[in-house]
């Protein structure tokens, strides 16, 4: 009824989410011969799973009853790292909403709350997901080269709404606002709208700029009624007849 067609994606069946999945996904058919295992600047599980999205739009771009111009991805938790990396690396996805996307998603490494990068890639946790020289940032998260407002900041100029928990204290909801006013300069060098706040709103009251934030009351994840705050976005920055929320203009969806 909004107007809006919907897809979805496995994702375990690009690349297995487990330690020891590497010989079931997609990973494993481009190691070189006699080679076991990614070298540590090769890719994680996460960067198969954002592979396989962008092969989805290879085909939905080839469906003429999807405008290939206005395609969104959403993603929640390790999956919000996922649609965070895709939207980084591949522009023909004009919008992104991240839900719960914490460490290695949209949350500050360098406030190191929460989930760590330590804790991310202990052996008996979720190392698989990422290139192995993460790992070495684990004790030393001040000498990381990059962090999560870089992330987003290479999602510029498009729209992005990063959607969190007020009791998700794991995956930093307050850490992913942060990363969004670090890049708010970047969608202001390019014309569009950051937050235009450095003040952390309040649960249920949504920033709908090009850059937006949305924080549920609760926890982790993607409640019922957050999609109805998910298509106002969509609306404001996919509709080409609205032109308010594209620009310094004023929009914000209550």
């Known amino acids: 009824n909004a107007g809006f067609g919907f897809a979805t994606v496995y994702y375990g069946d690009i ?24 070298l540590p600047d090769e890719w994680g599980a996460i960067a198969a799973w954002s592979w396989g999205l962008s092969r989805a739009l290879d085909y939905l771009q ?15 938790s390790r999956l919000g790292k996922t649609v ?29 709350y929460g989930e760590t990068i330590a804790h991310l890639t202990a052996p008996s946790r979720y190392p698989y997901q990422f290139c ?7 004790q030393h998260v001040d000498q990381l080269p990059v962090d999560a407002n870089m992330l987003i900041a290479l999602m ?3 729209a992005l709404l990063l959607q969190t928990g007020s009791t998700d204290y794991w995956s930093d909801p307050k850490g992913e606002f942060l990363a969004e006013v670090a890049a708010g300069p970047v969608y202001s060098l390019l014309g569009k709208r950051g937050l235009d706040t450095a003040e952390w709103p309040s649960p249920g009251v949504p920033i709908m700029h090009t ?34 929320a594209n620009t310094h203009g004023s929009a914000k969806a209550n």
């Open 62 to 76: 080839k469906d003429p009853q999807i405008d290939r111009e206005r395609v969104a991805l959403y993603g929640a």
């Open 211 to 244: 850059l937006g934030y949305y924080m549920h009351s609760g926890g982790h994840g993607t409640l019922p009624s957050d999609w109805a705050q998910f298509l106002k976005f969509l609306e404001l920055h996919l509709d080409p007849s609205n032109t308010t």
């Open 15 to 38: 690349e297995p989410d487990f330690n020891g999945g590497l010989p079931y996904g997609v990973r494993a058919l481009y190691l070189k011969p006699g080679q076991k295992q990614p």
């Open 156 to 158: 510029a100029p498009r």
């Open 84 to 112: 965070l990396w895709t939207g980084a690396r591949d522009t023909r996805f004009a919008t992104v909403i991240a839900c719960c996307s914490g460490e290695g998603g949209a949350a500050l490494s360098r406030r190191n």
């Open 132 to 138: 192995g020289n993460y790992a070495k940032f684990a």
